[in-house]
Each structure stands twice: as structure tokens, then as C-alpha cells.
């Protein structure tokens, strides 16, 4: 149990009081960008960072401020659920299910039960991800130890293939909206030789494009303008919870055991796999619905149709931290902001983060479970106040958070260049979300982007550039074939589709 | 934003199948771009691996080739509807021109001053709030920016002429 005593020499770091305050502050932004348009959990993140490059260079800041990160996505997982619930309006998009049964419930003015059932959920669902990457990851990142060039560049190949094949619609969508970002990643100075490339003599391109700016723009702003499209109306139930609703809730709760167990299974599984906690929520929603036998009053108002996609959207969302963590491939859009700030703070995450930077990993594992407590206090106390800040209207809250975009994209690098950028990539987001182009591959191959190309080169210098080296042993074998299986994947369906007999 | 609800009546005034292939072209623009500049660098094998175009003229061609087929499969579409309304172009233009002065604007007067203008402004003309409400919520939410970014942080924003004015560079 040697993964016990770490945990207990990581809850010594996570435990000061001013961690702990960071907790609650982090919980507290994350639940109110979690509830309101145009500022995700990822976006979030994106702006803060530039805020803890202070706070990680103090001894011990870095886990301090990665408290203070992680915290604003546990809040924001929890956000989401509120707005669903109350307003119909899913803040983010793993809330879209809980919408089906959380909205008729609170129209039936079963507010209370709906919000207990779905913050608890949540909370459940986070613990099993939790104790999934306390047990898991150092197993993983062991394992990892021995990843060459070729391995990293096949789980690199892997990450993007699942986004290719698992993409609803159509898939060259995803193709180019990914490939875009690694031709953005790839803008500036060549990691390798040290040429400049696609800067075409200019100046200001040199550094490259930064994802945060990239984040800030394609969520932030062009979430804005699709919101200013649709025109926010605002109608819901008022977000009253009292101790005896939330009481009477959890005596039910348990009744819906075989869903929660079924819903963290469920979350795990995509969250590992990158497509995370969006598909989860849907995927565990109709699992639910099938085998549930109260399956039929499903979408009216079922108070196991908010367990089942809360709890697997809190599980992916935080077991999308294990390949983030062991193997520097985050899962989701978040958790490549995540990385993004490791790698500003100086940390290389990756297997060596387990063995180098013990104190560091340990120490967020543990707040992982603190944190995810003190979301659920937070949560459960703090509904009403957050049900009056989604009441504010749109053209007092819009405003604000634009120029709160536009603070967060300038102080990445005190630049103005990146505020204009910021509106570019803004109008991009919001083009590409209407025609169904997808924003996480993009996101994700911007991250990623640099490191996937130099494991790429690397693997094939050290095999005079035969691609046989993808092949080369069990191990690298394995990982490319099941990447050209998910590849292949939109292939296959529409192949068999047509094949199918009638 | 409008207070009726014009999505259903107001005529499209752009067609998604124009729009997809609007944005078709310009990712093949971009992936072209890419493509050219790769070959200028050299996308073979040089002294220490592969050249540094090598990678980004692949990322280049795969733009190219997706691009065409997003047109094609756009093209082929006969049942695409409507990209945006005129009166939802007009919505999200009355948010994005300010937004644009807001950032230019940025330049010359600081961002303090500049997101107090634009929230004053955007809640007057968007939301005809009174001016005393108006006033209230710009200078509030400025003054917290400033406590929250330049006295807590320490994190240097733009200033401008007032900053200077009132001493707080």
C-alpha cells in the first residue's frame, strides 16, 4: 500500500489553511463560470494562469496553485448542473443530459430533491475518479517509464484518432479543425533545428500562438456572440434548498445504487479514453433510461435521470486527469489548460512527474479529495446566491465578462496583440460551433502539438525514417493498431451501415 | 438580444452551405499557406532528421485535402438551412463592434477606462438601463478589477491618461 502513505504525505502538503482557503476560492469562481455563459471551466482556467506564474514560484506554490486551478474545474462540473436545473440552460456541455429530467423537476418544484440528487451524484462520481487516479496512475506512469519517442508519439496518435473516430457527424470536420491547431503549434521557432517557421517575417510571430489566448477567444468570446444570437431570456425556478429537502433526498438516494455504480463505470471509461465528460453524461443517460425500471417516465421529471449523467460526467471529469498526469495527454479541453500550466509553472507532466516531483502529484491527489468535499458544502449552501447571479441580465453580465477575457488574454503576455487575437480566435469559435466543427481537437492539438511533432521526428531519426518503428515491438504495435482502429472507425460504420441487410 | 423574437420570421442572411464553403476555402487558404511555407524549409531529410518542414507539410496537405472534401460534402447538401438570420447577424454584429472599438479603444485610454466605457456603453444602449445604475455598475466592476488585478495580484494592465492623471502608474 505504498500508494496509501503517499497519499497521507500529500494530504500534509494540501492541508494548510491558506490551501484550504484556495480550495473554497477556487470552488467558488469554478461553480460561478460553471453557471454562467461564456466563461467555462476551461476558459476559467485560461485566464488565471497568467495570475499564478507569482504563486507557483514561491517554495511549495506549485501545488498551491494548482489547488487553486483544479478547484475552479471541480466548481465548475458543479456549476453546470444549476443552470441546467434551474433555467434549462446547461452552462456546460456534459449538463446537456441533466437538463432531460433535472428541468422537469424543477418545474414540478422539485428544485431541492433535483439539485441534492445531482450535487451528490457529482460528488460520488468525482470520489470513484478520484480513488481511480490514486490507485491507477502511479501503476500507469510505472509503466510509462519506459515510453520512447515512438510509444509517446503512438499514445499522442492514439488521443487524436479516438477524437477522429468517436466525432459525431462528419469527421473531416474534426480533421481539419485539429490539424488547424497543430499548424498553429507549429508557428514560431521549430523545437528541434531552432528555424523559424510559418512566421513569414514577422515579428510578432515568432513566439507562436498561445493556447491560452486560443481558449479565451474560441470558448469566451465566441460563446458570447452565439449567446447574443439566441437572445438570453432568462425563466426559471428560484433556487431555494433547505437542510430537510436535502435530507429526505439522500434517504432515496441509495434506492438508485446499481445507476451510480453503472453511471462512475461508465464516466471512468470515457474519461480515460479522450471524449470525456460529454459523452459520458449522454452515453450513461440512455444506459440508464434502458435498464432503469422507471425508464419510461424518463424526461419527466426522474430524479434517476439526474444521477446517472451527473455521476459519469464527475467521474470522467476527473479520471480525464489520469492520462494528463502519467502520460502528459490530457483528455479533455480543460485538462490540456491544466497541462498547458504545468508547463508554464516548469513541471514536465509525464511518467517522471511521479518520480521527480512526488510532493507535487501527491499533493493535488490529495486536494482532489478535499477539494471535492468542500465543492459539495459549497454547492449545497450556496444555490440561492448563484440562482440570483444567473438572474442578472445579459447586457450588464456580457459586457463584464468580455472585458474579463480581454484582462485575462492581455495578461498572458502583457501583449495587445494577444487581445486582438483573443476577438480573431472569438469569431472563429463562433463560425466553427455553429457548422459543427468540433473546438477540442483544436485546443488539445494546439497543446499538444510541439511534443507530438518532436516524438514524432525523434522516433523515426532514430529508425532512418521507417514507419516501421510504429510497429516495432509489442507495446508500440498495440497502441497504433488500436489508434488505426478508431481511426477507421467512421469508415467501418458507414461501410456496414450500407452493407447491413435491411 | 432583441426583445421580440425574430429568429423564424427575419430572412437568412447567410445559407449554411455557403458558409461551409466559405470556411472550406479558407482552411484550404491556411493549409496551402502551411504547405508553402514547408517547402521552403525543406520537408525531406536533412543532417539531423527529418527537416523542419517535414511535419507541418503534412499537417498542411491533410488541411488541403479535409478542406476539399468539407466543401464537396457541403455542396452536395441540398437541405442545408440557414447559417444566421439577418436579425440574428444584426444581434451578434451589436456585440461584436463594441467589442472591437472596446479593444482599440484599449490603446489609447488603458483598460480600465476603456472596459468602463464599454460596459457603460453596452448596458445603456443594449440594456437602456438608467445612467445612475449605469454609472454604478461600470465604476464598481472597474474599481474591482483594479483592486483584484493591480493590487493583488500585481498583474500590470494597460493604463492610460487618467491612470497617470491620478497617480496610479
Not at chain 1, 508557428?187 to 493556447?211: A, H, N, P, S, Y
Not at chain 1, 431555494?240 to 441509495?254: A, H, I, Q
Not at chain 2, 440557414?82 to 440574428?88: D, E, G, H
Amino acid at each position: 500500500m505504498e500508494e496509501l502513505q503517499s497519499l497521507m504525505g500529500g494530504f500534509a502538503i494540501a492541508l494548510t489553511w491558506f490551501n484550504i482557503a484556495l480550495m473554497f476560492a477556487g470552488i467558488i469562481l469554478g461553480v460561478l463560470v460553471g453557471v454562467l455563459p461564456g466563461l467555462g471551466g476551461a476558459n476559467a482556467i485560461a485566464i488565471l494562469v497568467p495570475l499564478t506564474f507569482g504563486m507557483a514560484q514561491q517554495p511549495g506554490g506549485q501545488v498551491s496553485a494548482i489547488i487553486l486551478l483544479s478547484c475552479i474545474y471541480w466548481g465548475a462540473l458543479f456549476g453546470g448542473a444549476i443552470a441546467s436545473i434551474l433555467f434549462n440552460i446547461p452552462g456546460e456541455p456534459w449538463s446537456v443530459a441533466t437538463t432531460f429530467d433535472g428541468y422537469p423537476m424543477s418545474q414540478q418544484g422539485k428544485t431541492g430533491q433535483a439539485l441534492t440528487a445531482a450535487f451528490t451524484s457529482s460528488f460520488i462520481g468525482a470520489a470513484v475518479g478520484v480513488l481511480l487516479i490514486t490507485f491507477v496512475s502511479p501503476v500507469i506512469a510505472k509503466f510509462a517509464l519506459k515510453f520512447g519517442p515512438a510509444e509517446y508519439f503512438a499514445v499522442y496518435f492514439l488521443t487524436f484518432a479516438a477524437f477522429i473516430g468517436m466525432s459525431k457527424g462528419n469527421p473531416f470536420k474534426t480533421i481539419v479543425a485539429m490539424m488547424l491547431g497543430f499548424a498553429l503549434a507549429a508557428v514560431g521557432t521549430d523545437t528541434v533545428t531552432g528555424t523559424m517557421r510559418l512566421t513569414f517575417g514577422i515579428t510578432e510571430m515568432l513566439k507562436g500562438f498561445d493556447f491560452l489566448i486560443a481558449v479565451i477567444g474560441l470558448f469566451g468570446i465566441g460563446e458570447i456572440l452565439k449567446t447574443m444570437e439566441e437572445g438570453l431570456a432568462i425563466k426559471g425556478a428560484e433556487g431555494k434548498l433547505n437542510m430537510r429537502v436535502v435530507w429526505e433526498t439522500w434517504k432515496e438516494l441509495p434506492k438508485y445504487w446499481v445507476t451510480t455504480i453503472r453511471s462512475s463505470v461508465v464516466g471512468c471509461m470515457m474519461g480515460i479514453v479522450p471524449g470525456g465528460a460529454t459523452p459520458a453524461s449522454f452515453m450513461s443517460y440512455g444506459l440508464a433510461q434502458r435498464f432503469s425500471k422507471n425508464g419510461k417516465n424518463f424526461r419527466n421529471g426522474e430524479i434517476e435521470g439526474v444521477v446517472a449523467p451527473e455521476t459519469a460526467a464527475h467521474a470522467a471529469g476527473t479520471s480525464a486527469l489520469i492520462p494528463m498526469l502519467t502520460l502528459g495527454v490530457p483528455g479533455s479541453p480543460t485538462a490540456a489548460v491544466l497541462l498547458g500550466a504545468l508547463l508554464i509553472w516548469g513541471l514536465q507532466p509525464g511518467p517522471l512527474l511521479f518520480v521527480e516531483q512526488k510532493d507535487f502529484v501527491w499533493g493535488l491527489i490529495a486536494s482532489m479529495y478535499l477539494g471535492n468535499l468542500v465543492g459539495l458544502i459549497v454547492v449545497l449552501t450556496t444555490v440561492p446566491w448563484f440562482a440570483m447571479i444567473l438572474r442578472v441580465p445579459f447586457s450588464i453580465m456580457g459586457p463584464v465578462i468580455i472585458v474579463i477575457c480581454a484582462i485575462g488574454a492581455y495578461t498572458v503576455h502583457s501583449s495587445m496583440l494577444d487581445v486582438w487575437m483573443m476577438l480573431i480566435f472569438g469569431v472563429v469559435g463562433y463560425v466553427f460551433s455553429k457548422l459543427n466543427y468540433p473546438l477540442a481537437p483544436l485546443v488539445l492539438a494546439l497543446v499538444l502539438g510541439d511534443r507530438a511533432e518532436e516524438n514524432f521526428r525523434n522516433a523515426i531519426k532514430g529508425s532512418q525514417g521507417d514507419m516501421g518503428i510504429f510497429f516495432d515491438n509489442g507495446l508500440v504495435g498495440t497502441i497504433t493498431a488500436l489508434a488505426l482502429i478508431l481511426l477507421f472507425l467512421p469508415v467501418t460504420t458507414a461501410v456496414w451501415a450500407k452493407v447491413k441487410p435491411k | 438580444m432583441s426583445d421580440m423574437d425574430p429568429q423564424h420570421e427575419s430572412p437568412s442572411a447567410v445559407s449554411n452551405r455557403s458558409m461551409e464553403i466559405i470556411v472550406a476555402a479558407v482552411t484550404f487558404a491556411l493549409g496551402a499557406l502551411v504547405i508553402s511555407d514547408s517547402l521552403r524549409l525543406g520537408i525531406g531529410w536533412g543532417d539531423e532528421g527529418p527537416k523542419a518542414g517535414y511535419f507541418p507539410f503534412y499537417i498542411g496537405l491533410i488541411i488541403c485535402i479535409g478542406s476539399v472534401v468539407n466543401a464537396v460534402l457541403a455542396s452536395l447538401n441540398r437541405k442545408a438551412g440557414s447559417f444566421v438570420s439577418t436579425a440574428q447577424l444584426k444581434d451578434v454584429m451589436r456585440a461584436l463592434v463594441p467589442m472591437v472599438l472596446f479593444v482599440g479603444l484599449i490603446g489609447f485610454l488603458g483598460l480600465y477606462v476603456a472596459g468602463a466605457v464599454y460596459i457603460a456603453f453596452f448596458m445603456r444602449w443594449i440594456g437602456k438601463y438608467s445612467w445612475p445604475k449605469v454609472a454604478g455598475v461600470s465604476l464598481g466592476t472597474t474599481i474591482a478589477f483594479f483592486v483584484v488585478f493591480d493590487l493583488w495580484f500585481k498583474v500590470p494592465l494597460v493604463k492610460g491618461p487618467l491612470e497617470a492623471l491620478l497617480g496610479l502608474n
